[in-house]
């Protein structure tokens, strides 16, 4: 059985043939909505499985000096990676480190876990909308940091609009 592309218009006349009701019970844009609460939620579980059908988005940011915190980007949905530079101001990639993930929760030496990591060796953690590093970078760093992530796709809008999943997961949009 061949799959079909579904675009907006296709995916809400499939969920109102599903949910047995017409064109008159719910108004396009509540449908939309709703819809487009289904296509973010399904399109996290399969980045978060490691589905690499998104494109990977990478922004720099400025490492503060002694501040460990930095906010996510409002459209992340799945991390990729996290490249560090703690001195200069890096020109070229191979003046990042990858940085290694760090589970606070399996602190078992304080001081080694989380006090002494050396600039060689840096760690994360993402808690929320946030990323922890370590250590804290002592100076500031113009584009000190490279965060390697696959961002939300945008939302479906117009009748036309296909989302970027694959066409085989179109159907379970509006399930």
């Known amino acids: 059985m061949a799959l079909i592309t579904l675009n907006l218009l296709k995916l809400r006349a ?28 399904l399109a996290t579980m399969l980045a978060n499985l490691g589905e690499d059908h998104f494109e990977e988005q990478n922004v720099k940011f400025n490492l503060i000096a002694n501040s460990g915190l930095y906010s996510l980007p409002t459209d992340f949905m799945a991390f990729k990676g996290l490249r560090l530079a703690y001195s200069g101001t ?36 993402i808690t929320g909308n946030y990323y922890r590093i370590k250590p804290k970078p002592t100076i ?15 939302a479906l809008a117009v009748t036309g609009d296909t989302p970027v999943i694959p066409v085989r997961y179109h159907d379970k949009i509006s399930v």
């Open 14 to 41: 499939q969920a109102r043939a599903k949910a047995g009701v017409a064109v008159t019970d719910y108004s396009n844009a509540l449908l939309d909505d709703q819809l487009n609460i289904g296509y973010a939620a």
């Open 90 to 125: 890096p020109l070229s990639p191979s003046a990042y480190i990858i940085a290694r993930p760090y589970d606070p929760s399996r602190v078992r030496d304080i001081a080694a876990d989380e006090e002494n990591i050396p600039v060689s060796n840096p760690r994360y953690d």
């Open 140 to 154: 500031a760093v113009t584009n000190g940091g490279r965060l390697d992530y696959i961002a939300m796709p945008s």
